[in-house]
């Protein structure tokens, strides 16, 4: 009886599987660990630079990445390992490139102008995640950390879209299962969140996530989810 029990669960878990990937059909997004920032000239190279380099190291500095300019032709490419932070560069870069006012003022200031925006931007994001797979809002502190993972890659896939993803299959196998769908699609969409949360915390990501959740008071069975 159990031998056939787990034959027959194998199958049909193959089953539901399948079911589930043949209703979702998912876009994958490649992205690169630099950002290229076009210019309009070559000219405007020696701006950025500023005189003995005071601009890109102002830039620098106030944003933690680096900026390369070598012979690529009309182009500067800005490396670093925090892809929230390059985002935050690569839009100052554009603002300060289309405003032609490049000095280390304007700079801090251009900076500080695009962070302000990310914040927000990050919010609404991780907002429209949840409606997305249409299950309720989540606190602040997880909608905001939730938003990070459109900056995250993982597997050259960007982290949110492939939660997203997750989540939605999550609810069609729980769906079919008869199981609580709501549960099982928040537990798709914040699987990976560990991954958003300060490299200085101990743990695999999942561990982290699902303590991080279980600091917010979500569903318990969403945390067990997570942790799994």
Do not use: W
Not at 113 to 122: G, L, N, Y
Not at 211 to 224: G, N, Q, T, Y
């Amino acid at each position: 009886i159990v031998d056939t029990a787990k034959a027959s669960a194998e199958e049909q878990a193959k089953k539901i599987l399948a079911v589930a990937i043949q209703r979702y059909s998912g876009e994958y997004t490649f992205e690169t660990t630099t950002a290229t920032v076009s210019l309009l000239n070559e000219d405007i190279k020696g701006r950025i630079i500023g005189r003995e380099g005071r601009n890109i190291r102002a830039f620098e500095k106030a944003t933690g990445m680096t900026v390369l300019i070598d012979d690529t032709p009309n182009a500067v490419v800005i490396s670093g390992f925090d892809p929230t932070r390059r985002e935050v560069a690569r839009q100052a870069m554009r603002m300060l490139i289309q405003d032609g006012r490049i000095h280390p003022t304007r700079i801090e200031e251009v900076v500080e102008r695009v962070r302000q925006e990310m914040d927000e931007t990050i919010m609404r994001t991780g907002e429209e995640a949840a409606l997305k797979i249409n299950v309720p809002p989540l606190p602040a502190e997880v909608n905001r950390t939730l938003g990070n993972l459109r900056f995250r890659l993982s597997y050259s896939q960007n982290i949110l879209d492939h939660s997203i993803e997750v989540a939605s299959l999550c609810g069609m196998m729980a769906a079919e299962l008869k199981l609580n769908v709501q549960h099982a699609k928040l537990a798709g969409l914040l699987h990976d969140i560990g991954k958003a949360i300060q490299q200085d915390a101990e743990g695999g990501h999942a561990i982290v996530g699902a303590e991080f959740l279980k600091r917010h008071r979500l569903p318990e069975p969403v945390i067990d989810g997570v942790a799994s």
